[in-house]
């Protein structure tokens, strides 16, 4: 074989594909079935499809908060805040300081379904163990 071309011969045209840079022959629309009658429906011959890649958003984010009250144990909002927010001991404790000062402390940053669920787990624990101790959870 030559590497010549000879008159009148054509040679297969390909395209780079973006996915893996493998040259691929081009896509040929199809042809007007109610077009001219000749066959020829004004279009190149090739076609571009594109592909987007989706946009995802971020979750919103919602703080956890519990709240102060004169009748719930310190004791009791430390092991609150270490078994249902995974804090150490010197952490829940730090937290516990801050809501017993301040009024309201935050315990951790989730997105909606996990915040409400913590706070549905620490409320019910909470009434469980016959404490009024109040958690909350408001967006970020």
């Not at 000749?38 to 076609?47: E, F, H, I, L, Q």
């Not at 009024?103 to 016959?130: L, N, P, S």
């Amino acid at each position: 074989m030559s590497d010549v071309l000879m008159k009148g011969t054509a040679t297969p045209s390909f395209e780079l594909d973006a996915r893996d840079s493998v040259p691929r022959p081009p896509v040929h629309a199809a042809a007007n079935p109610g077009g001219p009658a000749d066959g020829d429906d004004g279009r190149s011959g090739t076609a571009i499809i594109t592909r987007t890649k989706p946009k995802t958003k971020r979750p919103s984010l919602y703080r956890v908060l519990l709240l102060n009250d004169d009748y719930t144990p310190m004791e009791f909002v430390v092991h609150v805040v270490e078994k249902f927010f995974n804090k150490s001991q010197e952490d829940a404790y730090q937290i516990m300081m801050h809501v017993h000062q301040n009024g309201v402390g935050e315990c951790g940053i989730f997105t909606y379904e996990v915040a409400e669920t913590k706070v549905t787990q620490v409320m019910d624990f909470a009434r469980k163990h016959q404490h009024p101790l109040q958690c909350v959870m408001e967006k970020k």
